[in-house]
């Protein structure tokens, strides 16, 4: 199965960023309503009971899903330079085609297409919403060792990988394999990360450590080891984080699952958990991780 099945992303204004993805990413909506008082007190977030939230899904109808909930913005909240989910990567067909179509929209591209640090087969670039939400976009024209990777099937396709920024990447990785029964897929790479680098005033030059986890051949998170400069999250008491508040991940089996949940597991209606049991767990740092068991 797909592991990833969806990100989800604090917006101050519901209605603009819907357009937005609309507009931009040629994205969906498929489902509209209010964050229930269930829902909201699984993720340790009951302030955002009764939220407007959106559930948007690609072009292509894969069943990966964007989901925005509105919430107030935070203060002191800047991309990239705090524990947590730090970027969304989307599959796309021509990056070349995605930047010139980006150039002249709410986005803000913050890292021109290039290709990746030692991995040939794909070519990225790096955008910025209006909520401080990192979104990459990556053609792959083939896949990598030992690993499978997907091919765009909209000219914007699905989530395929969503990146964590991590205090301790080697800790977030033995969490992930003891508690959730992950694998580790790429262990350990050191590359240039332009957009680190930037953010934390680093030489372009110097390089991060990242990994990668996977679900046997298939790759659905990367981890980037942060630097010192680092820290946690700003947050609004009672509310998820603001940019890309949590990450949603299909399981077999619930009960499986050692790490503790915020609240004890509860069936949910919509699109996104299709009548299925869910819990929220957070890593080492705090990060939330939605379990969606699959049906």
Same mark, same amino acid.
């Given at each position: 199965?797909?592991?990833?099945?969806?990100?989800?992303?604090?917006?101050?204004?519901?209605?603009?960023?819907?357009?937005?993805?609309?507009?931009?990413?040629?994205?969906?909506?498929?489902?509209?309503?209010?964050?229930?008082?269930?829902?909201?007190?699984?993720?340790?977030?009951?302030?955002?009971?009764?939220?407007?939230?959106?559930?948007?899904?690609?072009?292509?109808?894969?069943?990966?899903?964007?989901?925005?909930?509105?919430?107030?913005?935070?203060?002191?909240?800047?991309?990239?330079?705090?524990?947590?989910?730090?970027?969304?990567?989307?599959?796309?067909?021509?990056?070349?085609?995605?930047?010139?179509?980006?150039?002249?929209?709410?986005?803000?591209?913050?890292?021109?297409?290039?290709?990746?640090?030692?991995? *040939? /087969?794909?070519? @990225?670039? #790096? !955008?910025?919403?209006?909520?401080?939400?990192?979104?990459?976009?990556?053609?792959?024209?083939? %896949?990598?060792?030992?690993?499978?990777?997907?091919?765009?099937?909209?000219?914007?396709?699905?989530?395929?990988?969503?990146?964590?920024?991590?205090?301790?990447?080697?800790?977030?990785?033995?969490?992930?394999?003891?508690?959730?029964?992950?694998?580790?897929?790429?262990?350990?790479?050191?590359?240039?990360?332009?957009?680190?680098?930037?953010?934390?005033?680093?030489?372009?030059?110097?390089?991060?450590?990242?990994?990668?986890?996977?679900?046997?051949?298939?790759?659905?998170?990367?981890?980037?080891?942060?630097?010192?400069?680092?820290?946690?999250?700003?947050?609004?008491?009672?509310?998820?984080?603001?940019?890309?508040?949590?990450?949603?991940?299909?399981?077999?089996?619930?009960?499986?699952?050692?790490? *503790? /949940?915020?609240? @004890?597991? #509860? !069936?949910?209606?919509?699109?996104?958990?299709?009548?299925?049991?869910?819990?929220?767990?957070? %890593?080492?740092?705090?990060?939330?991780?939605?379990?969606?068991?699959?049906?």
């Amino acid at each position: 199965m797909n592991r990833l099945r969806a990100g989800t992303v604090s917006v101050a204004d519901l209605a603009r960023s819907r357009r937005i993805y609309e507009r931009w990413l040629d994205y969906e909506t498929v489902e509209r309503g209010e964050v229930g008082a269930g829902l909201a007190a699984s993720w340790g977030a009951p302030g955002t009971a009764g939220a407007p939230y959106a559930l948007l899904r690609p072009a292509s109808r894969a069943d990966t899903y964007l989901r925005l909930i509105e919430a107030p913005a935070v203060p002191g909240f800047v991309p990239l330079v705090t524990y947590g989910w730090a970027a969304l990567e989307f599959c796309v067909r021509d990056v070349l085609a995605v930047n010139e179509r980006l150039a002249d929209s709410p986005f803000e591209v913050i890292g021109p297409p290039r290709g990746v640090d030692g991995v *040939a /087969p794909i070519h @990225a670039m #790096q !955008a910025k919403g209006p909520d401080g939400e990192v979104c990459y976009f990556t053609q792959i024209d083939d %896949d990598l060792p030992g690993f499978r990777l997907p091919r765009a099937q909209s000219f914007i396709d699905r989530l395929f990988i969503n990146v964590l920024a991590s205090s301790d990447m080697r800790a977030a990785q033995r969490w992930m394999v003891q508690r959730l029964g992950f694998d580790v897929g790429q262990e350990s790479m050191d590359i240039t990360y332009r957009m680190l680098a930037k953010a934390f005033g680093t030489p372009v030059e110097q390089r991060y450590t990242i990994s990668t986890m996977a679900d046997g051949r298939d790759l659905f998170l990367e981890i980037d080891q942060m630097p010192a400069a680092a820290g946690p999250r700003p947050s609004h008491e009672g509310l998820l984080p603001p940019g890309i508040a949590m990450t949603s991940l299909r399981m077999g089996d619930l009960d499986a699952v050692t790490a *503790a /949940p915020l609240a @004890a597991a #509860q !069936a949910h209606d919509g699109q996104l958990y299709d009548g299925g049991r869910s819990i929220t767990v957070a %890593d080492p740092d705090g990060t939330l991780f939605e379990l969606i068991e699959s049906r």
